[in-house]
């Protein structure tokens, strides 16, 4: 799945999309590219991000959507009713929904859904996030939701644990950790990890390990815990970090990945199930 950011505050890609003639040019090369499917999105869901209305977000996505429709698979990445609705009109056949909660709208249209497990709102969500148990509880949400997808008449149901939604590194590296208890659920499991700040914690914590190895006789720490506090390294170099863990969920048996580097993530997948 190519992520296409319609939007001037994305994480991972600025503004350079937000125009509809660059977006239109930018969904035709991830097609290219190999992705089965391109994700539009008009509201940066990047965490602290503020929420635009629904008459913005469809001016953003709606005439991009039109215009790639006709070249391959399109899904509308929202938690807005009417959006997705417009964004169906106009040729999305997905609904990529972090609130969980539209998927009577893929119901009444036919289209797929993917349920995206969230702790909170963009605002709010990396502001102390909690869990019992992260790994029970997500996929417990899940598996409800997909559910009553099911129940309410959508054929296609997908699930996605929601890197960076609400989460901590380590939340997040549990999750990735036990992606086969999601596909277990027997629901198709998408992953959406591409350049995420847990990625560049990481690659920073490994940056660190280089230049300053730790001394002998001390207690081992994991990466893990020497990332928690780590500034992150630039979007723009975490392409090495977010192949491996594209390879990573495919080999634990993930569906689909949503990435901006289609290019390298299809040869990853190619190579995977080769």
């Known amino acids: 799945m190519g992520i296409l950011n319609v939007t001037p505050d994305s994480f991972a890609d600025g503004d350079r999309f937000f125009d509809h003639a660059a977006a239109i040019a930018h969904g035709l090369r991830l097609f290219e590219e190999g992705a089965a499917v391109v994700d539009v999105g008009g509201e940066s869901t990047r965490p602290g991000a503020d929420p635009i209305d629904a008459l913005e977000e469809c001016r953003r996505v709606l005439p991009v959507i039109e215009a790639l429709a006709p070249h391959g ?39 797929a859904w993917i349920a995206v497990h969230m702790q909170g709102d963009p605002r709010t969500m990396q502001t102390d996030p909690r869990y019992r148990d992260v790994i029970d509880e997500v996929t417990a949400f899940l598996v409800e939701r997909a559910e009553a997808a099911l129940a309410a008449g959508v054929d296609e149901v997908w699930i996605d644990p929601g890197i960076g939604f609400g989460k901590t590194l380590r939340h997040n590296l549990d999750l990735l950790g036990h992606l086969d208890r999601l596909v277990a659920t027997g629901f198709p499991v998408v992953v959406g990890a591409s350049r995420k700040a847990t990625i560049g914690r990481l690659m920073a914590a490994s940056d660190a390990r280089v230049h300053n190895p730790p001394l002998p006789g001390l207690p081992p720490s994991s990466l893990a815990e020497e990332a928690e506090d780590m500034a992150p390294i630039p979007v723009g170099e975490r392409l090495v970090g977010s192949l491996v863990v594209a390879t990573w969920a495919f080999q634990q048996g993930a569906a689909m990945v949503r990435a901006h580097d289609v290019r390298p993530t299809v040869h990853a997948a190619t190579l995977v199930a080769t």
């Open 73 to 111: 698979r399109i899904s509308i990445d929202t938690r807005k009713a009417e959006v997705a609705e417009a964004a169906i009109d106009a040729g999305a056949t997905i609904v990529n929904d972090i609130s969980a909660s539209l998927w009577r709208v893929a119901a009444e249209a036919n289209v």
